[in-house]
């Protein structure tokens, strides 16, 4: 019985440093990232049905702030293009297929051509030196060519962050 009660002492100082209800961790902590994935926009794009049986395209794409807030990232992921393709892009203010497309958002110039790799993929970013929206219509559209500008071969309108 001695042992136990030799025992029983540190136990119970282990047990209460263990548990101290005095030292409180915080319950959720929060990064940059974590702030950044609360401001990103979404989109899945989509090849419009007028072109189906001749162009599948499929891909997403997002809007985000950078690191400082001051510029918006747009970012563009597209596959099952023709390898070889190179496709203008760009985010525009509207809808996909909406008469009401009040244009680019930014420069043209920010947004490089998309060049489709042999697995008929494509990545494009673009930093535009405007800060990221909290409401609008969005939407990234993918044209077929520079020569052929008025072809969008893939759309798709951006989803607000949920808060």
Not at 77 to 84: E, I, K, R, V, Y
Not at 129 to 138: K, L
Request: aromatic residues 6%.
């Amino acid at each position: 019985m001695s042992a136990f009660k030799l025992l029983a002492v540190p136990l119970t100082v282990l047990a209460f440093a263990a548990c101290n209800p005095f030292h409180h961790e915080p319950s959720v902590q929060m990064s940059a990232a974590d702030a950044t994935l609360n401001s990103r926009w979404h989109a899945n794009l989509a090849s419009p049905a007028t072109l189906a049986g001749a162009v599948q395209m499929n891909g997403s794409a997002s809007m985000a702030p950078d690191s400082t807030g001051s510029h918006t990232i747009i970012t563009v992921d597209l596959a099952n293009a023709t390898a070889g393709g190179l496709h203008p892009w760009a985010m525009h203010l509207g809808q996909c297929g909406d008469t009401t497309d009040q244009g680019v958002f930014g420069s043209m110039a920010a947004y490089s051509p998309l060049q489709v790799d042999s697995n008929g993929r494509a990545t494009g970013t673009a930093t535009i030196p405007i800060e990221t929206p909290r409401t609008g219509d969005y939407f990234v559209v993918v044209y077929a060519s520079a020569a052929n500008s008025q072809t969008v071969v893939a759309c798709g309108n951006l989803a607000s962050p949920t808060r």
